[in-house]
């Protein structure tokens, strides 16, 4: 059993808000890697069905239950309110500090002139850190004052903060390390399940679906995290989960065409070839950027890439 470093008499100075889902195994390297670090740990357990609520128990975590969600922002400020710390640690069960991290985070603990702190994170995906593809630094506020950051109970929510903030360097050294995807279908299963809750709130919001949403959107979303964020630098993995976001951005808007009730509206084609040739012309953009830039010393080849790129031009607006 890991002892945490807090006494029955005194307040504890830091608390990690963890809350968990099926991933008892994860749950116990991330409960390790806060020895010596955290004095308290509140760990919101969402009706777990594997043994993640007595990995938590038998660590000395103190756990919260709470009904399961397809997206975790309640149980994560239900677990928040729970902490008593000065500080919090905020995490999931597949995020990991390091030694580099926990000193750094121990010595802004020190300082009056923090309130909240901006964390990189380092993404590994398919067993490898994406450094591109808009995954680093990847910032993400999760060291903080109690009550100086709230989020609202919405699926991807941005938080809100109060007080003075700090930005941690984007070292490997002082990354949070996330073990964010470990397999296509694991991917594809949290794709599927944040595409209903996605479209629910597009629908709620009154959003009325439109023919760019399926095509532009998605070749959007490629382009950019391949070609503006260097997803290509990542290689393979960069190339397969830029294709996989961009498969993800999609579906969002299928599922609102689901949740309208498939409604049969005729394909016009002014706005099909509108949004056609808008996506063509982007993608035209961006990849002849990418090659005039990455791969082509022969003026000849440069000068037909931009021709391409003249004809999509000319093209978009006939």
């Known amino acids: 059993m890991i002892k945490y470093t807090h006494s029955m008499k005194q307040k504890p100075l830091i608390s990690a808000v963890i809350n968990v889902r099926n991933e008892g ?29 007595e990995v938590a128990l ?57 309130d909240w702190v901006r964390i990189p994170r380092k993404n590994i995906i398919f ?26 109970n919405e ?20 990354a949070l390390r996330h073990i964010n995807y470990s397999t296509i279908t694991q991917y594809l299963n949290q794709t599927i399940r944040y595409s209903h809750i996605q479209a629910d709130e597009l629908k709620a919001a009154g959003y009325k679906l439109k023919i760019s949403d399926l095509i532009l959107k998605p070749m959007q979303e490629f382009n ?29 808007y299928i599922r609102l065409w689901e949740k309208y009730g498939f409604a049969d509206k ?21 990849f002849t950027k990418f090659y005039l830039q990455e791969y082509s010393h022969n003026p000849i080849s440069n000068l037909i890439i931009r021709i391409r790129h003249l004809f999509c031009r ?3 607006n006939l």
């Not at 749950?27 to 919101?44: M, N, Q, R, S, Y």
């Open 127 to 152: 067993d490898k850190w994406i450094r591109h593809s808009r995954c680093w630094p990847d910032y993400l506020i999760r060291f903080f004052k109690k009550n100086h950051v709230t989020w609202k």
């Open 25 to 53: 195994e994860n749950l116990k390297k991330c409960l390790k890697t806060l020895h010596g670090f955290a004095d308290e740990v509140i760990v919101t357990n969402m009706h777990s069905t594997d043994n993640s609520r």
């Open 155 to 174: 699926i991807h929510s941005q938080p809100h903060t109060t007080g003075n903030g700090l930005t941690i360097l984007d070292s490997e050294k002082l």
């Open 58 to 114: 038998s660590a000395g975590a103190k756990v919260y239950d709470y009904r399961w969600l397809k997206y975790v922002e309640p149980a994560r400020n239900y677990g928040l309110s729970k902490a008593t710390g000065k500080w919090i640690i905020l995490l999931d069960p597949d995020e990991y500090l390091n030694k580099t991290l926990k000193s750094e985070l121990l010595r802004i603990t020190k300082r009056s002139d923090v």
């Open 224 to 252: 950019s995290r391949f070609y503006f964020a260097e997803g290509y630098k990542d290689g393979m993995h960069g190339l397969v989960f830029c294709l996989l976001q961009s498969f993800a951005i999609g579906l969002i």
């Open 266 to 286: 005729v394909l016009s084609k002014e706005s099909f070839i509108s949004a056609t040739q808008e996506s063509l012309f982007e993608h035209s953009f961006w």
């Open 314 to 316: 000319i093209t978009k």
